[in-house]
């Protein structure tokens, strides 16, 4: 049951709230406010910019009759930065960082009939350049690559009802060279249960391709289930941008006999490797033809406007002839990631990194990435991870063995937590271990990108922006390259007044400019996919191959045949 829509709302800029007993429900907040929009957004009716660290929210709701005899769990996708929430007086959930989920069991904190009240209490740090922030701007307002803040709740509040004994959650593992689907599983309450069993059913187009009934001895339970309805000459039914092929899965729990509880959910067979040095797709060497995808939108910011305006993104993505696209400083919407698996492309998950390192930042990213990567490591479209980007957070990376320690320890960490897709230790320079050598380089002459790519030394060598692409002795271990950041066409088509990383003065200079990037990078020899910069406008930021509200600044079709050749 959502519980989007409007909640009473006030700013609590003398941090008088939890003094005065707004936590206990009965006090009223003065303002309205439409979630999941932040106030700084126009979606959210508010539309404010300026400093307000912590903010309150209040709504009443009623439980429905057919939930009764279930647990009650309260969802949040997304509070910036931390929440403190609480139901009819009782505190059920403290939560730190900004972009990932939390939820809470709100069963014992019910009243017995009647409205129940829920009060959210967030707190964000709009000036503390320690946070893990992304592109949100530390000053009060938006200037060159940063952006207008977010604070708050910024993704969908909802309830869900679950029996006494469920399914926690899932994890999926496609093994292609295996045909298998490795599953695990988490079973909550099943401690007071006796009896229980899992029932697996796999199935493709309505049609049942594997089906398991599990024993439950212990509340964690893994299988490996046989796939065998393809084959590999023909691809079969192999996860691909080109031809997204999903399963279905559905997850039935029995506790004696009877169902207490059933999942929904999907699957790609499709495996991301690097052999011999190859960067590869399903054992066959895939270039990469990504945008860069901030992930903003002109009336709600870091939050869609609705569910069509992610698929519309992902699509026009695909109309412009890329085959994924790098989440830029934002872990992203997960319903983004459900439209990129159904309609097939390719997406890097990156952190939002902090600016400053100190060793409290280090934990704070540490935690809330570690739930990123819990969060979407089922996404057969997610095919990389990036923890750091830019040396943000660790500036002096070649210098300070702390900070390299620390890009040390995100990797390796990252490679811990899922095996199974390369992960980028500093996205655009300055790498210590790392499975892809990942360039960032604006230059826009087409005979410098020429030269600069045409040989492998030539360019690990290049230091663009005047950085090592390689932190001073980690040696080149023969990794695929690929420029993930390039272009930056700045090109004036909507109101917005702003920059870029080079100037085009009309549709035919834009035209030419984006075809002398994108041309010497697509045929350099040495880079295996590279990323453009970037998909829209954001704000003053005016180097988008579409508007900020979406607009073609070249027809869709000229600027695909520019991307793919």
């Not at 429900?25 to 660290?53: K, N, W």
């Not at 989440?327 to 990156?350: C, S, T």
């Not at 002398?516 to 996919?529: F, N, S, T, W, Y």
């Amino acid at each position: 049951m959502t519980l989007n829509g409007t909640w009473e709302f006030a700013f609590d800029d003398a941090d008088a709230g939890e003094r005065e007993g707004w936590q206990g429900g009965a006090h009223a907040l003065p303002q309205r406010i439409e979630v999941p929009y932040t106030f700084q957004s126009e979606l959210s009716g508010i539309g404010d910019p300026s400093f307000h660290d912590i903010v309150w929210y209040r709504r009443s709701f009623s439980v429905p009759a057919d939930y009764a005899g279930k647990r009650l769990l309260l969802h949040f996708g997304a509070v910036d930065y931390e929440a403190k929430v609480w139901v009819n007086g009782t505190l059920v959930a403290t939560h730190e960082g900004g972009h990932t989920p939390f939820r809470a069991d709100i069963t014992n904190a019910l009243n017995t009939g009647g409205e129940q009240t829920v009060v959210v209490r967030a707190l964000d740090y709009s000036q503390d350049v320690t946070l893990p922030r992304g592109k949100q701007y530390w000053k009060e307002h938006s200037k060159g690559i940063f952006y207008t803040r977010t604070t708050g709740i910024w993704q969908s509040v909802w309830l869900e009802p679950v029996a006494p004994v469920s399914i926690g959650r899932i994890r999926l593992t496609p093994d292609i060279d295996r045909n298998e689907l490795r599953l695990q599983a988490w079973i909550e309450g099943l401690g007071a249960a006796s009896k229980a069993s899992l029932h697996v059913t796999i199935a493709y187009a309505g049609e049942t391709v594997a089906e398991d009934a599990i024993a439950l001895a212990q509340p964690t339970v893994t299988r490996a289930l046989g796939i065998h309805d393809f084959n590999d000459h023909s691809h079969g039914r192999w996860w691909t941008p080109e031809h997204p092929h999903l399963y279905d899965i559905t997850l039935t729990l029995r506790v004696e006999g009877a169902e207490v509880d059933r999942v929904a959910s999907y699957f790609g067979m499709r495996k991301v490797s690097i052999q011999d040095g190859v960067l590869q797709l399903n054992n066959r060497p895939y270039p990469m033809r990504l945008v860069l995808d901030q992930g903003y939108f002109p009336t709600g910011l870091l939050t869609a406007p609705d569910d069509e305006a992610l698929r519309r993104d992902v699509e026009l993505t695909k109309a412009m002839g890329f085959n994924g696209a790098r989440k830029h400083q934002k872990i992203e919407d997960p319903r983004y990631l459900y439209w990129a698996d159904r309609l097939g492309l390719l997406v890097w998950g990156e952190m939002a990194n902090a600016y400053h390192f100190t060793e409290e930042y280090a934990g704070r990213v540490t935690r809330e990435w570690i739930e990123a990567v819990e969060r979407d490591y089922n996404h057969p479209c997610l095919v990389a991870w990036v923890p750091l980007n830019e040396s943000w957070g660790v500036v002096n990376i070649c210098n300070d063995p702390q900070q390299e320690q620390h890009a040390l320890a995100m990797y390796h960490l990252t490679k811990s937590l899922d095996p199974t897709r390369p992960v980028v230790s500093n996205d655009g320079w300055e790498h210590t271990r790392t499975d892809l050598i990942t360039i960032h380089d604006y230059a826009w002459q087409r005979e410098v990108l020429e030269a600069r790519y045409a040989e492998r030394e030539r360019a690990l060598q290049a230091r663009p922006s005047n950085r090592w692409v390689l932190v001073p002795g980690y040696p080149d271990e023969g990794q695929p390259v690929l420029l993930t950041e390039f272009g930056g066409i700045a090109f004036k088509k909507s109101e917005w007044e702003g920059w870029g990383y080079s100037g085009a003065q009309d549709e035919e200079d834009f035209a030419r400019r984006l075809a002398d990037v994108i041309e010497p990078v697509r045929r350099a020899p040495v880079l295996q996919g590279f990323c453009y910069t970037q998909l829209t406008d954001v704000e003053q930021e005016i180097n988008g191959l579409l508007t900020y509200d979406r607009q073609p600044k070249l027809p869709l079709e000229q600027i695909r045949a520019i991307v793919e050749g």
